[in-house]
């Protein structure tokens, strides 16, 4: 894990302690302890960020709203929860839940991203949340970025491209193959254009000719393909399927 | 559930329930809407959910998602034109930034950042819910919880900027509704 992995994952940290136990960031909290640069970083960012909730602590409710609350669910009239069963008690809800938990960040920290196709290897990589390697708006300086590291370069996106605005880039490998990532914003949705040359492709392992855009309801991501001569292009977006159909 | 339990319940929740349905919504009379219908909701549906282990994130995911269902589309549509990169590292002075603000100017510019990003960065400094359950509350992968955390942050401490040079009136950040009690913070 580089620094910029362990930053991306240290500000999900909350600035009371409360996630000290959680093996996801543990390694992250290790390297910050072992790297003088990072250490101070977190500590700044922990810093703003205790400042941060204690301002937001000291919003107060306005006064009645308390009894209000109350006073509308008495009407309600709330019912007795019916005896539960032992196995249903909170201590031992409470034990299953932590298992559970702890065994589902284990598998999301662990396990590399799945998908059997580009497409779905995109979609999988975009849940998972990743950290790109060159920011920057300008197209020109993310073409030379992954031309000095000899990554898939995309030909020519769709021309609604151009209204959208450039985020940064990225290279990654998909099962022994070089792609390309490229990242775009607008209005608070994000276009990520993942990259592969086309001759890397020809044993089905990448995605259909045309096709999308599909939604994927477990991620709440949408993503659509397409090629070129050179090479073939996979869209991830957490837009909704009309306004991803808008850009292509 | 008793009255008994159902007031523990409410004095337990309420106060960090209203803060973030004040981010969300901007003003207190909204907020405080949203707040008793999520009590009224538990109060007539609550004892379905039979794990009181869940007691909180199921609170915090039934505001979020009244809000949703009750907010009109306004045209004031995201512009992220001005968003500086969200893993842009924090300097030291950003912490005195905040230290020398009062409460309500931080709520206002925690106000001002965008809804996707918003949610997710309140709750995360409300403190209440780990990153996983806030995934789980605004029903999002935990992946786009870190990244929207990670830009929501940026917006944020660009806001701050502009609530510390007092252009609080630029349309960036929003005018703050009048709340004494915040105010006296």
Redesign the interface.
Known sequence: MNN?EA???L??Y???G??AG?PALSEALEQAKRDPALGA?FE??Q???R???Q?????????G??E???A???A?K????AA?PRW?S?LW??AA?AVL?LG??LT?WKAPVAGATLDEFAVNF???????QK?SADLGALRSWLTERQGPLPEALPAKFAEL?A??CRTLDFRGREVSLVCF??????YHVFVGRRSDFGDGAGPDAAAGPRAYPK??LVAATWSDARHRYVLVS?ADLATVRGVL | MTNEAFTHLVDAHYAALYRFALSLARNSTDACDLVQQTFYIWATKGEALRDGTKAKSWLFTTLYREFLRGRRRDARATSLEDLPPGEKDIAAEEVDRVAKLDAATVMTALQSVDEVFRAPLTLFYLEELSYIEIADALEVPIGTVMSRLSRGKAQLRAALVAAERGSGENGKVVAFPANKEAKRA
């Open positions: 910029e930053k991306f994952r500000r999900a909350r600035p009371g409360a996630d959680d970083w700044r960012e810093a703003h960020g400042a941060v909730a301002k937001l602590a000291a919003v107060q409710p306005p006064a709203l308390r209000a609350i109350l509308g669910a008495r309600s709330p019912k007795e929860p539960r249903r909170p809800l409470m839940a938990m589902s960040v999301w975009v849940a998972r949340g990743f950290v790109l920011h605005r985020l940064g914003e607008r209005g608070g949705k994000e991620t709440g957490d």
